[in-house]
């Protein structure tokens, strides 16, 4: 009884978890919207060279979107969702950010050499190079409708805006004292857009007022890494840090609230539309927010309030949205696209300018009822999808268990021990043990061990004894185990050949960690002195 008391306390057992409940919260149909959009199986994972820096959808239906990484703008079809063409050999650095023209044509796109350049989706051939920049660009746009001018930012602070006819610049903005990020075109008017720096201001710019300056100006707090008008034209959202600010342009650039959802910087982010364009879900806007942190999340600003977040496995750097609601995007700082394609119905998709505009739905003939009186209704196979009126009868599934826990539970614990050991999993052999330490037979298992089982015990605990996550339990237990075993071992040249490696492999992890030591003797002085200085 004693020797049980001291194992325990040798041995510290974790105390197993207590299962969660399984009464989970139920979606609200908002969360379902978003959860539905899925990449199709026939779509293979698209995995670009470097982090995807942006994303754009052409406003034109079947509305192709652009990913820009490293050198490259690569175009993917709305349609298939497949790669479409690639266009890299028009830039000499890494691709910041591209545009679409109102008809879905050209494509304007920035580079970190400096240069905007304008290119015709088809030919793939630059029709425009503007030089102006003098360090990298990171943000091109187009007006919304105006097919003859753009506007572009860059790290020289400066906000140009360009005449595409002539390639020449008409103006030069200046105000911000540091580099400029982000930038976006009005919804409701070609003249005036904004653009985000990183000395935390966003300036909104008239061309048709440049006098004095920029017409106003927001103060995000935070280096300002995106910035969107919202739908209305009113409403400014800016995204820097670790929050997203909504800014009020009509009120006089009141702040209207501040989200702050995400533990890591917010890189992106966008404005989706929820619904059809007509109805009670019309006009139903969200915005589409991306971080390092690796969640999107959906805000709604009518309400102010989180709708919906998703996790991925890496930090995210962009995010899009197509115009008719279909397809959302997501780029990785590691080159990975997550596409998403929301299945809607035909006169749903008929609606939104899918790919069935202009066609009429194509009836598929109707397949004949199986009933109880025909032969074919007895032959059905298992992937026979069953009826309304079918009553469904599912099988439970068989659950895998291991060897040592079937012997555990039939309280078999010396054959537990020995199946544990004889496979090559370490973590089961521990957790094993520490079942036993847990139900007071680990010692009284030992005790019993024959000898070639004693010699697989050895050979273990030789092997796994000095590992950093094992020694703490290991260690007290080789030692019970010798002090138990003396005369097995003895008896044995095999036991005592185990017991020779044992021990030449613990004297040489105490060399390891005196030399550990005696460096972290040196090295702290030196580390106390380089702080006083």
């Not at 533990?263 to 969200?286: D, F, H, L, P």
């Not at 115009?323 to 749903?348: F, H």
């Amino acid at each position: 009884m004693a020797e049980n008391q001291s194992i325990a306390r040798t041995f510290p057992v974790k105390p197993k978890l207590k299962p969660t409940s399984a009464n989970s919260t139920t979606p609200t149909p908002e969360s379902k919207y978003w959860r539905s959009f899925k990449t199709p199986k026939d779509l293979q994972s698209q995995t670009l060279v470097s982090a995807i820096t942006s994303l754009s959808f052409s406003p034109i239906s079947p509305h192709d979107f652009a990913a820009t990484h490293s050198a490259t703008i690569s175009i993917f079809s709305g349609q298939t969702l497949e790669p479409k063409t690639t266009i890299s050999s028009a830039f000499k650095d890494t691709v910041t950010s591209a545009s679409f023209r109102s008809d879905g044509r050209l494509i304007a796109a920035g580079d970190l050499s400096g240069a905007v350049q304008v290119l015709d989706l088809k030919s793939r051939v630059p029709l425009r190079r503007l030089r102006g920049h003098t360090r990298p660009v990171r943000v091109v746009r187009y007006p919304r409708a105006d097919k003859l001018h753009l506007f572009s930012g860059g790290d020289d602070a400066v906000v140009k805006y360009w005449d595409i006819t002539t390639e020449s610049k008409i103006y030069d903005l200046l105000g911000h004292k540091d580099y400029v990020r982000c930038g976006d075109a009005s919804p409701v008017s070609d003249d005036m857009f904004v653009s985000g720096s990183y000395d935390h201001t966003v300036k909104v710019w008239d061309v048709r007022v440049l006098n004095s300056g920029s017409v106003m100006e927001f103060d995000h707090g935070k280096p300002v890494e995106d910035v969107i008008y919202l739908p209305s034209g009113g409403l400014v959202a800016t995204a820097g840090g670790n929050y997203v600010k909504i800014w009020d342009v009509l009120g006089g650039g009141k702040l209207l609230y501040t989200m702050e959802s995400h533990n890591k910087t917010v890189t992106s982010i966008c404005v989706g539309k929820i619904g059809k364009e007509s109805g009670e879900e019309a006009q139903q806007y969200r915005i589409l927010s991306v971080s390092l942190d690796g969640y999107m999340k959906v805000f709604d600003y009518a309400k102010f309030k989180i709708t919906h977040s998703m996790r991925f496995p890496n930090p995210l750097m962009s995010v899009g949205f197509s115009p008719d609601c279909s397809t959302r995007v997501i780029g990785a700082s590691n080159g990975t696209l997550y596409i998403g394609r929301r299945k809607v119905k035909d006169s749903e998709n008929l609606e939104l300018g899918g790919f069935g505009v202009g066609f009429a739905p194509v009836e598929e003939p109707q397949r004949r009822v199986l009933r109880p009186s025909y032969f074919r209704y007895f032959q059905r196979g298992q992937n026979e999808k069953p009826s309304e009126w079918d009553y469904l009868i599912k099988t439970p599934k068989k659950i895998k268990v291991a060897e040592h826990d079937k012997l555990l539970k039939k309280f078999m614990h010396k054959e537990a021990l020995v199946a544990a050991l004889s496979g090559k999993n370490p973590e089961n052999v521990v957790a094993v043990m520490e079942e036993l330490v847990a139900r007071k037979k680990l010692l009284r298992c030992v005790s019993n061990l024959e000898t070639e089982e004693l010699g697989l015990l050895l050979r273990f605990l030789q092997r796994y004894s000095t590992m950093p996550r094992f020694s703490r339990f290991l260690m007290g237990l080789t030692k019970k185990v010798i002090e138990m075993r003396t005369e097995d071992i003895k008896s044995s040249d095999e036991l005592r050949g185990h017991i020779r490696n044992l021990k030449r492999d613990v004297e040489e992890e105490i060399r390891v960690q005196q030399t550990l030591q005696q460096i972290q003797g040196i090295v702290c002085p030196l580390l106390k002195i380089a702080a006083r200085r």
